[in-house]
């Protein structure tokens, strides 16, 4: 946690893991959904838009090496969540990763969104499919 990037925002609301067969559903508890201010589908462009409104003066001080270790700072804490947090513990610190990649990609440069479609959008980079059927001990 830290002062002058994204801070660590509440988990909009808790899920839910149900075994279904061999899936796993996730369900948002109907409380929930009534507490949820806004629709949970935010575009990765608006989100890194709203990173930029809020850091991007600070992010730019900071530059991108400083920014880089706030990243795995994030990243760190988001293993110890994983590990032995609760499932709220674990949003918020997957929140935090991604507004400080967000952060380092506005203050690069780079167009998140833009990024993933052009790498991904159409399938796996390693073998084009949808559905990857790349060698498991490949990285894709
Ligand atoms: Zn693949």
Redesign the pocket.
């Known amino acids: 946690m830290h002062q002058t990037g994204p801070a660590t925002r509440r988990p909009i609301g808790a899920v839910r893991r149900r075994q279904r067969r061999n899936s796993f559903v996730l369900q948002l508890c109907a409380h929930d959904m009534a507490n949820r201010p806004t629709t949970p589908d935010v575009s990765l462009t608006d989100f890194q838009s709203k990173i930029r409104t809020m850091y991007y003066d600070k992010d730019v001080q900071r530059g991108i090496d400083g920014t880089f270790m706030w990243l795995m700072e994030e990243i760190g804490e988001l293993a110890s969540a994983l590990r032995q947090g609760t499932v709220e513990e674990q949003s918020a610190e997957f929140a935090d990763v991604l507004a400080w990649l967000a952060t380092i990609a506005n203050v690069a440069g780079v167009d998140l969104g833009q990024a993933i479609q052009q790498k991904y959008g159409t399938g796996?980079p390693?073998?084009g499919?949808l559905e990857?059927?790349?060698p498991m001990d490949e990285k894709?």
């Open positions: 796996c390693g073998c499919r990857c059927t790349c894709p």
